[in-house]
C-alpha cells in the first residue's frame, strides 16, 4: 500500500519492525503506569481477602467484576491518557514518521498488557475453587456445565480487561476533551449496574451490554438466582466488540485507506449482532434458583 | 474575589459533574433498592468534579502576579462550596426508601469533595499546575471501587446498603474524613501565614504564594 505524497511514493505502513518497537515501549508504559499499578494492587488485595475469607461467599460467578473493574475500567483511564500523552510532543516536533494507525496499533497491543493479569486472575480463581468450593448446591461447577462457568470467566474478566482498555484508545483519539475518559468510566459502570440483570424486564436482553453476569445474588431465602441465557456465545460477541473497539481506534488516521477497516467492521458488527442474539436465544430461557445455599457454620 | 472565582470557574467541568451525579441520584430516586450504587458513584462524580476545580493551566504566568496562589486558592473554594451546596441539597431530596441514609449520603459527598479538595491544592502548592486531572482519576476509580467491591466492608464500611448496612459505623468513618479533610485543606490555605500575638495574620515576604 502507498500514498503519493509532493510527486513521491511512499510507503504508508512502516516495516512490521516499528509496530513491534513501539508495542514494546508502549506496553512498558502501561505496566509502569500508577493507575493500572493500582489497579491491580486492588485486584490482589480483594482476591486475598476473598479466598481467605471463612465460609468463602457462594457468589463465585459473581466474582469477575473484580477484574473487569480494577483491570478493564482502571485500563480505559489509563489507555486514554497513554493515547493522549504524545500529542504534545507530536504538535511541538511537526510530525512523526510513523503513521498515526502504526501508534494506535502498537496502543492496540499495549492493551493486552491487563489482560494477562486478568488471564493469571481467572486461572486462579478457576482451578483454586475447582476443589475448594463453596457448598456443592452453589452455582458452580457442581451445579453448571464447566463451559458456561469457563466462558463466563474468560468473557467477564479478560475479555472486559482488554475491551475497556481499548475503548480508552477508542476515546484518546476520538475525543478532545481530557474529561471525557473519566466521563465514560461512570458511564460504562452506571449502564452495568442496571444492566447485570437486576432489572427484571431487561434480564433476557442484557447480554447487548458489553460487561453483565449470569449470577444473581442472594435473594434472601438462601438461594441464589443464576440468570437465561448462553455465556459461551456471549464470551464470542465480546471478543467481537473488541475488534470493533481496535477498527473504531484505527480508523481515526484519515491518512491511511479506510475501505477496508470500514468493511471489516460491518463485517464483525453484523456478526457480533448474530452472535447477540444466540446468546439470548440458546442456553436456559428461564431465571434459575439454586436449591438453598447455606454456608456449612449455618447449618443446624 | 467573587469575579475572581466566576471568572475562573470552569463551567464545562463543573456542569458535567453537577449533571452527572443529578442524573445518577435521580436513578436512585426512582428504584433505591436495585440502583442504590449510583448514589456512590454520584458521589465519585462530585469528588472528581471538586478536583479540576484548582486546575491552573496558566501556572507559570500567574504565579508571577501579585496575586498569590493562596488567595487564587481561598476564590477557587466558593465553587468547592457551590458543588458542596448542590451535593447537600440533591442527597437530601433523593428519597432511598429506608434502603440508604441521607444524613450518610450527605456526609459521603463533602467529605469526597473536600479531600479532592484538600489533595488538589497541596499538590498545587507543590508547584504542580494542573494536578486536577491524575487526582479526578484515582478518586472516582478507588471511589467506585469502594462503593463495588469493598474488600473491607465489615471493617471499614463506606457505602453501606438496606437496613442491615452498619450506618452508625459509617457515619463516623465519613465524619472523620470531613474533619480530617477539612484540617488538610486548612492548612494548605493557610500554609506561609505567620500569625501575630494581636491575632492579625501577616504573611512572611519569601511565602507569599
Known amino acids: ?300 | 474575589m467573587l469575579r475572581y472565582s466566576v471568572r475562573v470557574l470552569p463551567v464545562p467541568t463543573l456542569l458535567a459533574g453537577a449533571l452527572g451525579a443529578a442524573t445518577l441520584l435521580g436513578l436512585v430516586h426512582l428504584r433505591p433498592a436495585q440502583l442504590l450504587q449510583a448514589a456512590g458513584l454520584a458521589v465519585a462524580a462530585v469528588g472528581a468534579t471538586a478536583s479540576r476545580l484548582f486546575d491552573e493551566p496558566a501556572a507559570a504566568l500567574v504565579d508571577t502576579l501579585p496575586r498569590p496562589l493562596r488567595w487564587r486558592t481561598v476564590a477557587r473554594l466558593l465553587p468547592t462550596g457551590l458543588l458542596a451546596l448542590l451535593w447537600v441539597i440533591g442527597a437530601s431530596v433523593v428519597d432511598t426508601q429506608g434502603v440508604g441514609r441521607p444524613d450518610v449520603l450527605r456526609l459521603q459527598g463533602v467529605g469526597t469533595i473536600l479531600a479532592a479538595a484538600a489533595v488538589t491544592t497541596v499538590l498545587r502548592r507543590r508547584g504542580q499546575p494542573v494536578p486536577g486531572l491524575a487526582v479526578a482519576s484515582t478518586i472516582l476509580l478507588v471511589t467506585t471501587f469502594l462503593v463495588l467491591l469493598n474488600p473491607f466492608d465489615r471493617f471499614l464500611p463506606f457505602f453501606p446498603y438496606g437496613p442491615s448496612g452498619d450506618w452508625a459505623a459509617s457515619r463516623w468513618l465519613w465524619a472523620v474524613i470531613v474533619a480530617v479533610a477539612a484540617a488538610a485543606l486548612a492548612t494548605s490555605c493557610l500554609e506561609g501565614i505567620r500569625w501575630r500575638f494581636t491575632g492579625h495574620p501577616s504573611v512572611h515576604p519569601n511565602t507569599r504564594g
Open chain 1, 1 to 300: 500500500m502507498t500514498t503519493h505524497v509532493a510527486g513521491q511514493r511512499l510507503p504508508t505502513a512502516p516495516p512490521r519492525s516499528v509496530l513491534w518497537a513501539l508495542a514494546t515501549m508502549e506496553s512498558r508504559r502501561f505496566a509502569r503506569h500508577p493507575l493500572f499499578l493500582l489497579g491491580v494492587a486492588l485486584t490482589a488485595l480483594a482476591t486475598v481477602s476473598y479466598v481467605l475469607t471463612d465460609p468463602v461467599d457462594v457468589g463465585l460467578m459473581a466474582q469477575p467484576i473484580l477484574p473487569a473493574f480494577t483491570l478493564g475500567v482502571f485500563g480505559l483511564v489509563v489507555a486514554d491518557r497513554l493515547t493522549r500523552s504524545t500529542a504534545p510532543i507530536l504538535d511541538e516536533l511537526g510530525g512523526t514518521p510513523v503513521p498515526e494507525r502504526t501508534r494506535t496499533a502498537a496502543l492496540a497491543v499495549a492493551c493486552l498488557v491487563p489482560v494477562a493479569v486478568a488471564s493469571v486472575w481467572t486461572v486462579f480463581m478457576l482451578t483454586y475453587f475447582w476443589s475448594n468450593r463453596p457448598v456443592p448446591q452453589a452455582w458452580w461447577y457442581d451445579t453448571l456445565p464447566a463451559g458456561d462457568i469457563i466462558s463466563f470467566y474468560v468473557a467477564a474478566a479478560v475479555v472486559a480487561a482488554y475491551g475497556g482498555s481499548i475503548l480508552g484508545v477508542v476515546i484518546g483519539r476520538w475525543v478532545h476533551w481530557p474529561g471525557a475518559p473519566l466521563v465514560a468510566a461512570v458511564l460504562l459502570v452506571a449502564v452495568t449496574i442496571p444492566g447485570s440483570g437486576i432489572v427484571e424486564g431487561f434480564r433476557p436482553y442484557r447480554q447487548i451490554m458489553p460487561w453483565t453476569t449470569w449470577y444473581g445474588g442472594d435473594n434472601g431465602a438462601g438461594a441464589d438466582y443464576y440468570y437465561p441465557g448462553n455465556p459461551r456465545w456471549w464470551l464470542a460477541y465480546t471478543i467481537c466488540l473488541c475488534i470493533l473497539g481496535v477498527l473504531a481506534a484505527l480508523l481515526h488516521d484519515r491518512d491511511q485507506p479506510r475501505r477496508r477497516p470500514i468493511t471489516t467492521g460491518v463485517v464483525t458488527g453484523l456478526v457480533a449482532l448474530g452472535l447477540c442474539a444466540a446468546s439470548m436465544t440458546t442456553g436456559p430461557q428461564e431465571t434459575r434458583i439454586s436449591p438453598p445455599v447455606l454456608h456449612p457454620e449455618q447449618v443446624p
